[in-house]
């Protein structure tokens, strides 16, 4: 009998083991860490070891400079983001329903995109100069001073403006949910406005600026556009250079390995500085704070306030873009643009699909499965989105290609017809870059959605005789079909802006809306460049207005 049960036992361990759903859950795990597996291999045993030649010249340099630029950003967004959230959830004041959506507008604008409008707007040539000299009757750059536009402050400027709504959207979040209770008593103990900003507010909101602030310091370090356009040497650039312009793909994964110490460093840190730190409502019954209105001075100065990050990151470049979008008519119909915009509907509709499977089906992997792996490989998936596009490059198209040239060469030997490179060769490589890129946004959405569906249920379809697949199709699908939908559009948008990955791993003459952005504005022609960057845009405002609409 005894021997009966161990091997009923054994049995039952070997079919959960053999449970598709298990096996996929790893297989997928598997699929989004092999890239920064591979990364870290080619930076420990490259063919051409230049590590000691990278720290002695360019490596301090690109850490010196990503750091301040990562610090530039994160301080002038927090602050941005913050007072901004801060007015629009303590104050009443002209246009202050407006703003508090508005703000959200510059999500839809790309970085890079902010950069040429901005040089647009301010080189030499561009309407600004051109009106001073005109109205001062200045001659040449010789008889005034203005400030250098492609330099880091520049940068700086840029990237807070694009990514500030990080901050505001989470801290926003954080100050409707304290209780006014708080507030009130504050007052009645005689502290102003100022200090109960930085007494009550701000302390309590803290934990929610500082993931803002970490998510905003992941993009700058991801971002290649900007920084490329104002010449503004990084960790990210110095991949491509080291990559492109050298050929060394060791020295490019050993740099890549820094970005990805830095991005761990970072993660770490925030979490480290509030390991200890709680923060609960005391009241029994909540209470939001009321608004306080505001008249005169202080009224005009909090909506100029609120008006002018709104004002930076979208309506400036917009503008900018919208107006050579207009005065280049003739670039619509070029044959060129529709290419790239096809090429990006169909990869990025693609990797939305795929990532939005592979993320519900592996969280439902794990939640029926018994296993202690696919658990522990759940949350380590989420690390794609904070690696950069152009780590996930080095990681996927080196051993892509070693495995696409064996391919080949086996099909060749064996049948001697020669079928080319199929995965470098093709969009295969963008499909899975963002794919492992955007894989948290998927696995979050269905993990969020299947977290509200009652167990019962499930248990319910089971003592009906539902297999673990049709529960999943009949009872989990309908209930999460908004969550799915809104992972499908994030995926997607994410995907049409993605810029670095898109540059190193596209096939030879395979453009898409974001690549043609950036090439034909590294040429100047912002002609060119301007009616593919009014697609992006407007794809981009899609995701702000799912944003807006769950964030009421």
Same mark, same amino acid.
């Given at each position: 009998?005894?021997?009966?049960?161990?091997?009923?036992?054994?049995?039952?361990?070997?079919?959960?083991?053999?449970?598709?759903?298990?096996?996929?859950?790893?297989?997928?795990?598997?699929?989004?860490?092999?890239?920064?597996?591979?990364?870290?291999?080619?930076?420990?045993?490259?063919?051409?070891?230049?590590?000691?030649?990278?720290?002695?010249?360019?490596?301090?340099?690109?850490?010196?400079?990503?750091?301040?630029?990562?610090?530039?950003?994160?301080?002038?967004?927090?602050?941005?983001?913050?007072?901004?959230?801060?007015?629009?959830?303590?104050?009443?004041?002209?246009?202050?329903?407006?703003?508090?959506?508005?703000?959200?507008?510059?999500?839809?604008? @790309?970085?890079?995109?902010?950069?040429?409008?901005?040089?647009?707007?301010?080189?030499?040539?561009?309407?600004?100069?051109?009106?001073?000299?005109?109205?001062?009757?200045?001659?040449?750059?010789?008889?005034?001073?203005?400030?250098?536009?492609?330099?880091?402050?520049?940068?700086?400027?840029?990237?807070?403006?694009?990514?500030?709504?990080?901050?505001?959207?989470?801290?926003?979040?954080?100050?409707?949910?304290?209780? =006014?209770?708080?507030?009130?008593?504050?007052?009645?103990?005689?502290?102003?406005?100022?200090?109960?900003?930085?007494?009550?507010?701000?302390?309590?909101?803290?934990?929610?600026?500082?993931?803002?602030?970490?998510?905003?310091?992941?993009?700058?370090?991801?971002?290649?556009?900007?920084?490329?356009?104002?010449?503004?040497?990084?960790?990210?650039?110095?991949?491509? &250079?080291?990559?492109?312009?050298?050929?060394?793909?060791?020295?490019?994964?050993?740099?890549?390995?820094?970005?990805?110490?830095?991005?761990?460093?970072?993660?770490?840190?925030?979490?480290?500085?509030?390991?200890?730190?709680?923060?609960?409502?005391? &009241?029994?019954?909540?209470?939001?704070?009321?608004?306080?209105?505001?008249?005169?001075?202080?009224?005009?100065?909090?909506?100029?306030?609120?008006?002018? @990050?709104?004002?930076?990151?979208?309506?400036?470049?917009?503008?900018?873009?919208?107006?050579?979008?207009?005065?280049?008519?003739?670039?619509?119909?070029?044959?060129?643009?529709?290419?790239?915009?096809?090429?990006?509907?169909?990869?990025?509709?693609?990797?939305?699909?795929?990532?939005?499977?592979?993320?519900?089906?592996?969280?439902?992997?794990?939640?029926?499965?018994?296993?202690?792996? @696919?658990?522990?490989?759940?949350?380590?998936?989420?690390?794609?989105?904070?690696?950069?596009?152009?780590?996930?490059?080095?990681?996927?198209?080196?051993?892509?290609?070693?495995?696409?040239?064996?391919?080949?060469?086996?099909?060749?030997?064996?049948? =001697?017809?020669?079928?080319?490179?199929?995965?470098?060769?093709?969009?295969?490589?963008?499909?899975?870059?963002?794919?492992?890129?955007?894989?948290?946004?998927?696995?979050?959405?269905?993990?969020?959605?299947?977290?509200?569906?009652?167990?019962?249920?499930?248990?319910?379809?089971?003592?009906?005789?539902?297999?673990?697949?049709?529960?999943?199709?009949?009872?989990?699908?309908?209930?999460?079909?908004?969550?799915?939908?809104?992972?499908?559009?994030?995926?997607?948008?994410?995907?049409?802006?993605?810029?670095?990955?898109?540059?190193?791993?596209?096939?030879?003459?395979?453009?898409?809306?974001?690549?043609?952005?950036?090439?034909?504005? &590294?040429?100047?022609?912002? =002609?060119?460049?301007?009616?593919?960057?009014?697609?992006?845009?407007?794809?981009?405002?899609?995701?702000?207005?799912?944003?807006?609409?769950?964030?009421?």
């Amino acid at each position: 009998m005894a021997v009966t049960d161990i091997q009923a036992g054994t049995h039952a361990k070997k079919r959960e083991w053999l449970n598709p759903w298990s096996i996929g859950a790893i297989a997928i795990a598997a699929i989004v860490l092999l890239p920064i597996l591979s990364v870290v291999f080619l930076a420990m045993f490259p063919k051409e070891n230049i590590w000691p030649h990278l720290i002695s010249t360019t490596l301090p340099r690109y850490l010196t400079t990503t750091g301040v630029l990562m610090s530039g950003v994160g301080l002038m967004t927090a602050c941005m983001g913050t007072g901004a959230a801060w007015m629009v959830t303590r104050y009443e004041f002209p246009l202050r329903k407006w703003l508090q959506w508005l703000l959200l507008l510059p999500l839809a604008i @790309p970085a890079y995109v902010g950069a040429y409008a901005l040089v647009d707007l301010l080189e030499y040539a561009g309407p600004v100069q051109s009106a001073l000299r005109s109205l001062f009757g200045w001659q040449s750059a010789r008889d005034y001073w203005f400030p250098e536009i492609r330099s880091m402050g520049a940068a700086i400027l840029v990237l807070s403006a694009s990514l500030y709504p990080y901050v505001y959207l989470l801290t926003r979040a954080a100050f409707r949910e304290q209780s =006014g209770s708080a507030e009130e008593v504050a007052r009645s103990l005689g502290a102003g406005p100022f200090k109960r900003f930085l007494r009550v507010g701000l302390p309590l909101a803290r934990p929610a600026i500082a993931a803002g602030v970490a998510v905003v310091m992941m993009e700058t370090v991801n971002d290649f556009g900007t920084v490329d356009y104002f010449a503004v040497q990084t960790l990210t650039t110095g991949i491509f &250079s080291v990559w492109l312009q050298s050929g060394n793909a060791g020295g490019a994964a050993q740099i890549a390995c820094v970005v990805l110490a830095l991005i761990v460093i970072l993660v770490t840190l925030e979490r480290y500085s509030r390991r200890r730190m709680r923060f609960f409502n005391l &009241s029994t019954r909540h209470r939001p704070p009321e608004h306080v209105k505001l008249r005169g001075f202080p009224a005009l100065f909090a909506t100029v306030a609120c008006t002018i @990050p709104f004002l930076m990151g979208f309506v400036l470049p917009a503008g900018v873009i919208l107006k050579h979008a207009l005065a280049n008519a003739e670039e619509w119909a070029d044959p060129k643009l529709f290419s790239a915009t096809a090429n990006t509907l169909t990869v990025g509709g693609i990797a939305a699909v795929l990532t939005v499977l592979g993320g519900v089906f592996m969280v439902y992997g794990v939640r029926i499965s018994r296993r202690t792996l @696919p658990r522990l490989l759940m949350p380590v998936t989420s690390i794609g989105y904070a690696a950069p596009g152009a780590v996930l490059g080095v990681g996927i198209l080196i051993p892509l290609a070693v495995l696409d040239h064996g391919l080949a060469d086996l099909v060749e030997n064996t049948t =001697g017809i020669d079928i080319g490179l199929i995965l470098t060769g093709s969009a295969f490589a963008l499909v899975l870059a963002y794919t492992v890129r955007f894989f948290a946004i998927a696995q979050g959405a269905a993990d969020a959605a299947m977290g509200r569906v009652s167990p019962n249920l499930s248990l319910a379809a089971r003592s009906l005789g539902k297999d673990q697949g049709q529960t999943l199709r009949l009872v989990y699908f309908p209930m999460m079909r908004a969550s799915i939908a809104s992972a499908l559009l994030l995926v997607f948008v994410d995907s049409v802006k993605e810029l670095p990955a898109t540059l190193l791993l596209r096939p030879f003459n395979y453009d898409t809306l974001a690549t043609r952005v950036h090439e034909q504005a &590294s040429l100047e022609n912002l =002609g060119g460049a301007a009616p593919a960057a009014v697609l992006v845009i407007l794809v981009g405002l899609c995701a702000v207005a799912l944003l807006a609409r769950a964030n009421r």
